[in-house]
């Protein structure tokens, strides 16, 4: 059985869900600026237990990492495969050419396990993509990158990042209702592996979880997106 998620001292709940609306006040922009610097700095840093952390990478140069919906099933089949024991999701996305995760790592597993394992799931389905393609050489960029979450604030945002990453691509009008996104699932009756319960009580409720998602889509999230990581 899983155990109940620990939440770390250091993410400090907000009961307040306005608090989560931009403002660019000298507090928030130098913690912006604090993530783009551990972001440079830390990302190859090994995985601690019970943490979370914004996992992505994309693919090499101009290549893909999806040609059509089969690769996307396969992709998460895969994953689910590697790292399920090991890495508990939250929020995910997939783009042609990218992925996002936000995964908390299991209690029990280790630095060099979930790293062993993120590795040889990478592996596995670039073999498969090169298969496919008639294609050699490496598919992923060299390092797979990870950000730990340090406080509330930055966990909210990135859920959303994750969730808005292919409307802020071009790749859909309506980020809701994009297949490749854990959206559609964490709003769903329906089971999921996904820690669908936890994510919500960041955001004080499902009600306060969709309202987030609904009031911060006329943001201009282009402008400073790429702080958070692309």
């Known amino acids: 059985m899983v155990k109940e998620y620990q939440q770390p001292a250091s993410l400090c709940k907000i009961p307040n869900h306005e608090k989560y609306h931009v403002s660019f006040t000298p507090g928030y922009l130098f913690r912006i600026f604090y993530y783009i610097f551990r972001m440079s700095l830390l990302y190859n840093f090994p995985f601690e237990a019970n943490e979370i952390y914004h996992v992505y990478n994309k693919a090499v140069g101009k290549e893909k990492l999806f040609y059509g919906e089969d690769n996307y099933r396969f992709f998460l089949q895969k994953f689910s495969q590697y790292l399920s024991d090991s890495a508990h999701v939250y ?3 997939l783009i042609p050419n990218h992925f ?3 995964i908390r790592v299991a ?3 280790s630095p060099n396990l979930i790293s062993e394992k993120f590795r040889r799931f990478l592996i596995s389905y670039s073999k498969s993509i090169n298969k496919q393609q008639e294609r050699s050489g490496s598919l992923f960029n060299k390092h797979l990158k990870r950000v730990k979450i ?7 945002w990135i859920v959303y990042y994750i969730h808005r990453n292919p409307l802020h691509h071009g790749i859909t009008k309506d980020f809701k209702t994009y297949k490749w996104s854990s959206f559609k699932a964490l709003v769903s009756n329906k089971y999921t592996e996904l820690k ?6 960041w955001f004080d ?5 969709l309202q987030f ?4 889509q006329v943001l201009d999230l282009e402008r400073f997106s790429h702080l958070f990581l692309e």
Request: net charge negative.
């Open 100 to 102: 996002h995760f936000l």
């Open 196 to 201: 669908r319960q936890e994510l919500y009580e």
């Open 213 to 216: 998602h609904e009031e911060n």
């Open 91 to 93: 929020t995910y996305c």
């Open 107 to 109: 209690p029990t597993s």
């Open 150 to 156: 340090d406080h509330m604030e930055q966990l909210i």
């Open 205 to 209: 409720g499902k009600k306060h979880f």
